[in-house]
């Protein structure tokens, strides 16, 4: 089978008659801590072996031209006249990627990308992180702009901010750029100091179940719980000296201060200030190897998350439930922002065949939406693949 590169090669040269660059950035899955980065909690994601490759080349000129090869669309624009465009999502990724050069003052020439992408949209893999973080990368390869790979993620993220008016958390990205073969990253969203923790499961999988919808709520919401969770912090800030984020914050703080006000903001945050803790005693049950101790978490984060958050949908809802009880099943939970999108969940090798093959038929028959599945591998984050 011809590998994506060769294909996205093929097409370009075929497009523009160049040689380009041809940069790979991963999707992600994340074990648990949910909706903690933007709280500067932690989080435990991994790049995956699904990823958007994008071919680029510099151009002599100031126009862009970018194609996606797999929607077979094409944009152009003229880098003055560089902004979000409305209607599109694609072009806004790469867009803002490229923009954050020309904010950090780099000269950026016009250029062409083409993009394709095996990370499925919407499902909560970070198929908008993978785009912004290939094509930041690609452009400071090209650019020589000696760019390290932290301040990437973090260009990478503004543009997700900037062109596609998502306020997310830094997770995505840098689970992107800083993916590590068969390892997790343990990220201090705070300090930004991380860890690869080993995740060598022996016999099991990491098992993406994916609902296939996207509720239109889910950009919404998402910036309303940012917005909830500094409410919070600003009621407890209001007594207590040195609270900066919910990491600062306890579950008696709340009782206090914010539990009084509003009872939804008092949900949303306590479910936060749950999870921090929570993911910090799931690591360490990662690493004495305690997954059936970890997979409880998993099951606890997603209640939470439907329960207190307040951003998970009935078709997530229902994944869940079903495998509660199959032996086979060691954690699952919905992952990502929430309102569609996958559930990842930690299966046996000898359960997993007839997992799939009974909650397929019964999700299909139960939602009338196709359940589709992925078996995750770990794998390195953003690399050069062709030169
Ligand atoms: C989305 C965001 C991340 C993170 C998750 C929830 O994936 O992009 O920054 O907040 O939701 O954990």
Known sequence: ??????????????????????????????????????NEGFVLPAAIDKAAYVAVSLR?????????????????????????????SWPNYMLGAAAQFIKRGVKLPGFNAVLTSDVPMGAGLSSSAAVECATVFALNELLKSNVDRLTMVQMAQKAEHEFAGVMCGIMDQFASMMGKKDHVIKLDCRSLAFEYVPFRLEGVKVLLLNTNVKHSLASSEYNTRRKECER???????????????????????DRYVLPQDKTVDMRSRFVVQEITRLQSGCEDLRRNDLSALGKKMFATHDGLSTMYGVSCRELDWLVDRVRDNPSVIGARMMGGGFGGCTINLVK???????????????????????THYVASIENGTEVVRL
């Open 1 to 38: 089978m011809i590998s994506p590169a060769d294909r996205l090669a093929k097409a370009f040269e075929d497009e523009f008659h160049q040689k380009p660059l041809i940069v790979r950035s991963p999707g992600r899955v994340n074990i648990i801590g949910e909706h903690t980065d933007y």
């Open 60 to 88: 002599e000129d100031d126009e862009i031209h970018l194609r996606a090869l797999d929607l077979q669309e094409s944009f152009s624009v003229s880098i003055r006249d560089l902004r979000p465009v409305g209607d599109v």
């Open 232 to 254: 919070a912090v600003e009621w407890v800030r209001a007594h207590v000296a040195g609270v900066n984020s919910l990491r600062d914050v306890t579950e008696d703080m709340l």
């Open 349 to 371: 090798e000898e359960g997993l065949e007839d997992l799939i093959a009974s909650i397929k038929p019964a999700y299909e028959r139960e939602m009338k939406l196709p359940l």
